[in-house]
C-alpha cells in the first residue's frame, strides 16, 4: 500500500516538475524568437527583383537593375528594351496603358489627377525615363515626378507640350527644347520659335503640320503660322492665308518655296503683299541675309514684293502673268536670275541683264 501512494506521489511530482520545464523551455524559445526579430533582417522575396522580358530570342527572367539598364522608350507594346542591338519589351497591363496614354495625351485636369504608384517598379521606372524632360505648361510649368504630375521649376527640358494658354517670352529657346507639342487650346505665335532648337512639332487640330510647315485650319481655309526654325530650304506647302511674320523664326532660311507671296492667296481687304510682310515681326525687322533664292507658285506678285531683301534668284513660274505687276522686282540691289511668266518687267539697269526664252515658254533674265 506504502508502495502505491508514494508512487502515486511521486507520479504527480513528477508530472509538475515536467510542466514547470516544458513553461521554461517556452519561455526561452519565445525569449530567442523576439531577439532574432531584433536583431535578423528578413531577405526580401528574389521573385520582386526580377522582371520577365520578352526578347526577339525568347523569353528570359532578368535581375530589375539589369532590366533597368536596358530600357529604351515605352510604346503599345509596353516596356520597350534594348540590349546590343536586339529589341524586347516587358509586357504591361490596363494600368500602365491608361498612365502611359495620359502623360501622352492628357489634359491639364488628367494630368493633375494622375497617380501612378500602383504600377510595377519597371513600368514606373520606363514612364519617368520616358518623361522626366518633358514640361507640360499651362499658364506655369508641370513635370512628372514618377508618380504625379507636379508644379516643375525646371530649367531644362527636351520636350515641351503646350496644353493650352500662350508660353512666356523665348521660353523654348530659354529651356532648350527640341520638341514641341502643341495642343488645341494653345496660344501660339511664330516668335515662340524664334531662337530655338526646335526640330519636331506635334500638333493638336485646328493646328495642322505638314513637312516643316505649321497651319491653322478652320472651315476650309488654312493659314500658316509658322515653320521649324532651322530649315535652310523651307517649302511651304498650299494655304489660303499666311500670317505676319509666320517665316519670321526661320533665320537660316536660304530658299524659300511658298504658294504666293504676302498675306492671302488672293486679294482680300487688308491684303498685304510683300514677302517682307511674311519674314518679319517687330522683334525680326530685318529680313534673313542668307535666303537668296525664291519660288512663287501662284497667288498675286505686287509691286515693290520683294523691296528690302537679299534675293538672287527668283522663280515664278505657274503664277498667271496677268497677277504679276511689271515693277514687282525694282527695289532689288542683289537680283541675278529672273524666271517670269510676264516677259515685260522693269529691272534695275535692264541693259545688264541677257533675256532667253525657258521651254516652259517663261522669260529668262539673267544679270551678265
Ligand atoms: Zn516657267
Redesign the pocket.
Known sequence: MVTAVTRQRLKTLLADRARELLALLLALMLSAGCLLLLFLKFPAAPSAKTVLCLWESGAREEPYAEVLRSIAGVGEEGVLLERDGERGAVQTGAEFARVRDILARGELLDLLLLDASALAPIERAALYLQYKRTVYFSGKAYAFDGNHVVASDMVAADCVILLDGALPAHYLKDIGATAFDLRAAAEFSASDLTGSAVESIVAQAPYEREGDALFLSAFGERTLVATLPHAARVYVPDCTYVRGGALACAREMTALDVPFVGSAKTRVSGFEGSLAWMLCTEEETAVPTALTSLRVRGGIVDAFAFHNTHLEEV?L??VDPADISRQAFLGMDSLRLV?T?LAEIELKNLGDYAVSR?P???TVYERI
Open positions: 522663280d513660274c505657274g524666271h511668266p525657258a516652259c515658254g517663261c
